[in-house]
């Protein structure tokens, strides 16, 4: 390589973009750790305890499955047994918290839709 004249130009401006790319990556990782800290900062670690609230929702849920252990019931069927609303948003809190619950290894899904005590 010339390190006269045109080389030593190019070297130079590759310089350059490699100062601006190396700037450029260290900006985007610093606003990586900012977003990790906020999101590690709102996301629950699972260490910390359920509100009561929660808490107590889950223990229903799975007292009635421990009353009637055989039968397989949808989230429409769980409400009406526990005489809860059975309008969508209610319902839908309710399926996720029975997904949660099967998740978790409490209830088994034999069927789409359908949740039963893990036996």
């Known amino acids: 390589m010339n ?8 070297l130079h401006d590759q310089i350059e973009h490699s100062t601006a790319a190396l700037a450029e990556t260290e900006a985007h990782l610093a ?10 900062e709102l996301a629950p ?6 509100p009561p609230e929660l808490a107590a929702a889950y223990r229903t849920i799975l007292k009635a499955f421990n009353q009637h ?9 769980l409400h009406e047994l526990l005489g809860m609303p059975t309008n969508d948003p209610s ?4 399926r996720s ?13 034999p069927g789409r839709g359908l949740y039963q005590k893990r036996t």
């Not at 252990?69 to 069927?77: F, I």
């Open 91 to 94: 319902m839908n809190v309710t």
């Open 3 to 10: 390190w006269r004249g045109g080389g030593a130009g190019e």
């Open 45 to 50: 670690t699972g260490t910390e305890p359920e």
């Open 69 to 77: 252990p055989d039968q397989e019931l949808r989230a429409r069927g």
């Open 31 to 40: 606003e990586l750790a900012t977003t990790r800290k906020v999101i590690a």
């Open 97 to 109: 918290r029975l997904g949660r619950l099967t998740r978790q290894g409490f209830l088994t899904q």
